[in-house]
């Protein structure tokens, strides 16, 4: 029994090669398991591999749906060039920018009533004088009459205390028609800020209108083409799910190349510990009976 020689080492490139063909064949079985043909009723789904491995998939609509589809499409046509045509009417109306001047000017209802509110105190007051100054007048020229017919005269004290009541009574009628004539002013006043600001307010109401209106009219052909040109289209047929084939990994040549090896050299190992053994023991024995 002589020593053995040490195990040759395996072609790991020719089982790195095997093992990338075994993948690559696996994939392949992966891909054509996700190939399935499908057929419903609105149309098919179809796969086909060419000469050189790659995959093309063919959509079949059903004789109603493609009839359908060709029918759309055919309409489609005629909506696109009924469009392209009304795009000279977009440049008009797009074209010249908004002229803002041509609206009713924006109203803020700044009057606030002060011309009116004065009108009505003078109005007002003027109308309360003209009826308190012939009063107060004939009233004066009566009692200095009454005071001369008593032999008083102007510089007596009761002369002079008589008419001072009389000219207190009268300033304060005086003040009592300006008072109500500032009350009636300030109600005037007060109406027509109101009515100044309803009609700012009914102005900018027209403005608004004028300004949508105007708006509408500058985008009014560009909405009939979009509205000529978005109609609702055949789409895809819906096919059924199904379960995706998973990855199934290819024989692991590499791996089982390396366990081979790992076994021989184990097997070489435990022979030559076996005969480093017996040459030790048969050396022992020779020096013994030596």
């Known amino acids: 029994m002589g020593k053995k020689s040490t195990p040759p080492p395996p072609d790991y490139t020719g089982a790195a090669e095997k093992t990338a063909a075994s993948n690559q064949q696996m994939l392949e079985y992966q891909t054509q398991a996700n190939r399935p043909d499908q057929y419903t009723p609105w149309g098919s789904s179809t796969w086909e591999k060419g000469p050189g491995g790659s995959w093309s998939q063919n959509i079949k609509l059903s004789p109603a749906e493609q009839a359908s589809l060709d029918s759309q499409m055919k309409l489609g046509a005629q909506r696109t060039g ?5 795009f000279g009417r977009v440049g008009e109306e797009l074209g010249p920018s ?18 009116a509110r004065q009108q009505a105190i003078d109005a007002s007051y003027g109308q309360a004088t003209s009826r308190l100054d012939p009063r107060f007048e004939k009233q004066k020229e009566s009692q200095a009459a009454a005071l001369r017919n008593q032999g008083l005269r102007p510089g007596d004290e009761a002369y002079d205390r008589a008419l001072s009541e009389t000219g207190e009574q009268e300033n304060d009628a005086y003040n ?8 009636e002013g300030g ?4 109406r027509v800020h109101g009515m100044n600001l309803a009609n700012a307010g009914f102005g900018n109401t027209v403005r608004q209108s004028q300004v949508a209106e105007e708006m509408q009219r500058r985008g009014f052909s560009l909405n009939e083409i979009n ?16 379960s995706q084939a998973g990855v199934s990994q290819g024989v692991d040549y590499s791996g089982a190349a390396q366990n081979q090896y790992g076994a021989s050299m184990d097997q070489y190992n435990a022979r030559n510990a076996g005969w480093n053994s017996l040459m030790s023991g048969l050396g022992a024995g020779a020096m013994a009976f030596g």
């Open 187 to 190: 109600a005037e006043g007060s």
């Open 82 to 86: 009924y469009a392209q045509n009304m």
């Open 227 to 242: 509205a000529l040109i978005s109609g609702q289209q055949v789409g895809m047929p819906s096919m059924p799910g199904f």
């Open 98 to 115: 908004m002229d803002w001047g041509k609206f009713n000017p924006y109203q803020t209802g700044a009057g606030t009533g002060d011309a």
């Open 176 to 183: 009592q028609a300006m008072f109500s004539s500032i009350r």
